[in-house]
């Protein structure tokens, strides 16, 4: 069964850090994209950060770029997003998702995770 399990999501307190994993089961990341999406409450799927199959990440929106920082380790099948410095508004359920190449858009991706909540909040 082809998966992506994200995990460590949390509460953490304004400031903070926190490093989310994305890890494969029944197939390998190696040929794929991989992209870090967010919703919060009331609010559509954002993309925020992609790294491509070769390792080149981006960071969509304007608040990620100084914050978050994406990475990839083939040989554990996990891609990881760092995040930073993070704000209440930051608080959000949290996704990765697979696809061809790097993309903003929801639409390209074709396997999604569960998503794992972060809540930034004092």
Same mark, same amino acid.
């Given at each position: ?14 400031? !903070?850090?926190?490093?989310? &994993?994305?890890?494969?089961? +029944?197939?390998?990341?190696?040929? #794929? @994209?991989?992209?870090? /999406? ?8 954002? !993309?925020?950060?992609?790294? &491509?199959?070769?390792?080149? +990440?981006?960071?969509?929106?304007? #608040? @990620?770029?100084?914050? /978050? ?24 359920? #949290? ?28």
């Amino acid at each position: 069964q082809l998966q992506l399990v994200e995990s460590g999501g949390g509460l953490v307190q304004p400031g !903070g850090s926190l490093r989310l &994993s994305c890890a494969a089961s +029944g197939f390998t990341l190696d040929h #794929y @994209a991989i992209g870090w /999406f967010r919703q919060a409450p009331g609010k559509e799927r954002e !993309g925020v950060s992609c790294i &491509s199959s070769r390792g080149a +990440g981006t960071n969509y929106p304007e #608040y @990620a770029k100084d914050r /978050f920082i994406i990475s990839r380790d083939n040989a554990k099948n996990t891609v990881y997003l760092q995040m930073n410095s993070l704000k209440p508004e930051d608080t959000a359920i #949290y996704y990765c998702a697979s696809a061809y190449v790097c993309s903003p858009a929801a639409p390209q991706y074709h396997y999604w995770g569960q998503g794992t909540q972060v809540t930034v909040s004092s």
